[in-house]
């Protein structure tokens, strides 16, 4: 379980797994100290696929502000996240429902590669279909009686 910290006036320690909000969704970097992320981004300058990149805490954060989330049972040290996010750095593997930032932050921190918010968006999905086919299935009765 996470539990998330948000300040605004936080200095993140290196191995820092980020969360900045954005609109209908939260994005997700791991700080390697110095003020430098690593993240799933799309190098916008040159048009490029999305990648782990380096940027700035300015870049990732981009004016939306950030906190960090911490693992109530850590799986590896700082150091260790650190490390486990740089052996991808340039690695081209983005996939919004399967290796997307979430993904990667949580692989680096605690060893899975999952993501709360897919899990949501994949539960409201299932849900919204199961309403779709019992209001069809009501129709369909209502219609034969």
Known sequence: MNI??????????PGDHLVTPRKGFKHHGIYLGDGIVIHYARDRSRNQPRAVRQVSLGQFEDG????????????????????????????RQYNLVRNNCEHFCNWCTGG???SAQVRRAQSLLTSTLCVACLTSLLHSITAIA
Do not use: I, K, N
Request: aromatic share 8%; net charge positive; glycine share 4%.
């Open 64 to 91: 939306h502000g950030f906190y960090v989330e911490h693992a109530s049972d850590p799986h590896y040290s700082r150091q260790q996240v650190v490390q486990r996010a740089r052996t991808r750095m340039g690695e």
């Open 4 to 13: 998330a910290t948000r300040t605004s006036s936080l200095r993140p320690l």
């Open 112 to 114: 899975s590669a999952v």
